[in-house]
Every structure is written in structure tokens, then in C-alpha cells.
């Protein structure tokens, strides 16, 4: 298994440019998120998806869309970049049931975001 | 407001010593809580959970320490290694809010030769 991967590993953009970045997980897991990490600090979530053809805002939603068409993709949309988008992006998945002890959430390597 | 902290910005510790990484939340209605690993340019990695009807769990060098009366949370690391050398978040579920998890700010762990 691959996990979860995400392309690009790095891109830069101009302010006002548009671009998306995905994200692919092969674990068949219903749940999956994305993040943004600014140094020194955790992670913030974006948006999240609980299952495939919805999504749902997260804490810091403003700025981004998301699609989840298929299972295992989740996309995350950046309609005009800004610089205070510049940051690393973070996909990650997870199962749903409760009865699994371990909820806890795969990521993936990250997506550097430079906005300029 | 809910917020996950983390006490110290950085824990600098001799190899071979034990490693305490200490995290305060806030909302007493979180029910699951996990310890995340963060190597440089590398993605958050799984390290141990607790649900919040436990007060310890343990892995391999690791033990989380759960104290839901003063809402803290710790991770110990026996035998402190170079390759544990990373940031460290904690991070905590509330419950009915399945997926959503709020991280702390991180502690990142120096391990001295």
C-alpha cells in the first residue's frame, strides 16, 4: 500500500493564479482532510470529507474548495492565490467506524505552497 | 475556546534519558487523544492514542498519561534516541465530532549525542 500521497511536492505561484493539489489514498477509508501548517505552529484544518461526494468546512476554510468525486481523491482548489496561502499543505485519511481504537488519521508527505 | 497546548516550544535531552513531552486541553468533552511525530519535511506520523475512559496506554518506549481532572496529557519516551528527534503534537477528538481533530502547537524534541 501506498498510503496517502499527495502531488505536487512543491509549487510555486503567482498571486491571483489558480491551482489544485491532490490527494490519493489507497486504504479505503472514508474520512479524509486537509491542512495547512505555518511555522510554529500545528496543524489548522481546511476542509474535510466524510465520505465520497460530500465535504464540510474546517477551521480555516476561506480561500480554498474541495472535491471529493471518487473515494480515494480529495482535491483542494486555490481559486486565486494569496501569499498568506503560502504554506504546507497536508492531506490526510482515516477509517469511520467507531469501533476501531486506532481513529487516528494517515498523512500524507505534504505539499510546499509558495504564493508570491 | 477549545485550544490543545503543549508547554514547552522545545525539550532538549541527552540520549539515553527518558523524554517527558507534556499537552493541556481544554474541552472536557474530548474522548480520544493522540500523540503525532513530525520529522523535518515529513508528514505528521502516528505514534500512540488513549480514549479518555483510560488514564495510561503504553507502546514501544512510549506511554501516554492521561489526567482528565486537570485535562493534561503526556508522552514519555524511554531511552531517548537520536532518531527521535522530532516535533511532537499532541493532538484530541471531541466527542460526536468524529474526524475532526485539534492539534496542538508542537514541542520539538532535541536529542544530544
Known amino acids: 500500500n501506498a498510503g496517502v500521497t499527495q502531488t505536487p511536492k512543491f509549487r510555486v505561484l503567482k498571486t491571483g493564479q489558480s491551482m489544485t493539489l491532490l490527494c490519493a489514498q489507497d486504504?479505503?477509508?472514508?474520512?479524509m482532510y486537509w491542512y495547512r501548517q505555518d511555522p510554529g505552529m500545528g496543524l489548522r484544518l481546511i476542509h474535510y470529507?466524510?465520505?465520497?461526494?460530500?465535504?464540510a468546512k474546517g477551521e480555516v476554510p476561506d480561500g480554498y474548495n474541495v472535491s471529493r468525486l471518487k473515494k480515494q481523491n480529495f482535491l483542494l482548489g486555490l481559486e486565486s492565490a494569496a501569499p498568506s496561502q503560502t504554506s504546507v499543505y497536508f492531506c490526510?485519511?482515516?477509517?469511520?467506524?467507531?469501533?476501531?481504537?486506532?481513529?487516528?488519521?494517515?498523512f500524507g508527505p505534504g505539499t510546499r505552497l509558495l504564493v508570491l | 475556546g477549545e485550544s490543545v497546548g503543549l508547554h514547552l516550544p522545545t525539550l532538549s535531552v541527552q540520549e539515553g534519558d527518558n523524554s517527558i513531552i507534556n499537552c493541556a486541553y481544554s474541552?472536557?468533552?474530548?474522548?480520544?487523544f493522540i500523540w503525532y511525530k513530525q520529522e523535518s519535511g515529513k508528514g505528521p506520523q502516528f505514534i500512540i492514542d488513549?480514549?479518555?475512559?483510560?488514564d495510561k496506554r503504553q507502546g514501544q518506549r512510549v506511554t501516554v498519561l492521561l489526567n482528565k481532572t486537570v485535562k493534561h496529557l503526556s508522552l514519555q519516551i524511554a531511552a531517548t534516541q537520536p532518531g527521535d528527534s522530532a516535533v511532537y503534537f499532541c493532538?484530541?477528538?471531541?466527542?460526536?465530532?468524529?474526524?475532526?481533530?485539534?492539534f496542538g502547537q508542537g514541542t520539538t524534541l532535541q536529542v544530544k549525542p
Open positions: 470529507s466524510v465520505g465520497e461526494g460530500t465535504t
Open positions: 474541552n472536557s468533552a474530548s474522548d480520544y
Open positions: 490526510a485519511s482515516s477509517y469511520q467506524e467507531q469501533r476501531y481504537f486506532q481513529e487516528t488519521q494517515y
Open positions: 486504504m479505503n477509508h472514508e474520512y
Open positions: 488513549i480514549r479518555s475512559n483510560m
Open positions: 493532538a484530541e477528538n471531541i466527542s460526536g465530532n468524529t474526524g475532526k481533530l485539534i
